[in-house]
């Protein structure tokens, strides 16, 4: 029988890291036009069980790491005549690194989503249509067009992404930003990259923190994507507050060729809760922790008597997968509700797997 001995938890490190201390912070110009520029909130990293019976890397072994944070700080109640605004802002880092900390690749993604209701606390937002990522709307995203930036936010993350291979992920301060969070003035990033930087060089550094030996090796390629939706929202009524949700499952993963060569899995449920006159009632200052993040503190065993947290699951399933190509893991048995029944999986992982089984597919397109 397949062991699953990987169990991951992602890093959390506090503080603001823009020159504002304690809160995330979205940053959001003055113009109605997307900037793609803000700050990532990073925490303290939590500690990480390491396998007993985990063998030493191969030659050539390469350490896969995710890291992904989310804001909701600029979100706002109903005002008169002005509908309210749940405001979510992810950013998403997958890395591979050596035992150096010397990065071999990056990849750098977004969302940028809000959910609008109006003063009665009635959603007022298309709740089918799924968020794209920023990579995915590329020239659609607007920074060109609307606000004469030198280059779209998917071009200069991939600038930046691109700078940051080959070197130390613990140097790249000072390096790939200044004390500003800028590029610093004069070097080629800057000329491709004039968007604020800190947040994403945060995220990079946090990625590479978290990042494990999953039996990614060099050649392989790294893969980031997302599966997102807003359709768990639902307005405030008599019976109690509403609800903007934005939930977005997250996997960093390698492969040679056709076969998945590492893979890590997370998820985030952003949540912004408002009454009947379209008042935020949540306290949009605090952190939103992803489920690896908050691992058994998410309550599947402690409420549901699941037989493992989410986040223990969702390694479990990382780990079956590995060693199989995109077409065996869609060919994985399911019953109706899409819970494995394999044997092997089903001990473990009691979950339905049916959006873990579309994520490994949009990811290796």
Known sequence: MKKYAIFLSLLLVAGLLAGCAGTPVVYYSDCTCPTGSHDVTVQEPTTVPVPTEAPAPAEGALKTGLYISTGISDSKSAAEEENGEAKYDVTMV????????????????????????????????????????????????????LAGAVAEWDAQA??????????????????AVDETGYAPEGTDLASSATIYLGGYVSAIEAAAANAQHLGAQAGDALKLATVTGIDSSASASDEGDGTAQLDATVTALTMNGDTITSCVIDAVQAKVSFDTAGTITSDVSAPVATKNELGEGYGMKAWGGAVAEWNEQAASFASYVTGKTVDEVMGIAVNESTKPTDADLAASVTIAIGGFQALIQKAAQ
Do not use: W
């Not at 969302?111 to 990579?135: C, E, M, R, W, Y």
């Open 158 to 175: 991939a600038a930046l992404a691109s700078f940051v291979i080959g070197k130390n992920a613990n140097e790249l301060r000072g390096v």
């Open 94 to 145: 997958a890395v591979l690194v050596d035992d150096n900390g010397v990065i071999q690749d990056c990849i750098i993604d977004g969302i940028s989503a809000s959910v609008q209701f109006d003063a009665s606390g009635a959603i007022v937002s298309d709740l089918t249509a799924a968020p794209q990522t920023k990579n995915e709307l590329g020239e659609n995203y607007g920074m060109v067009a």
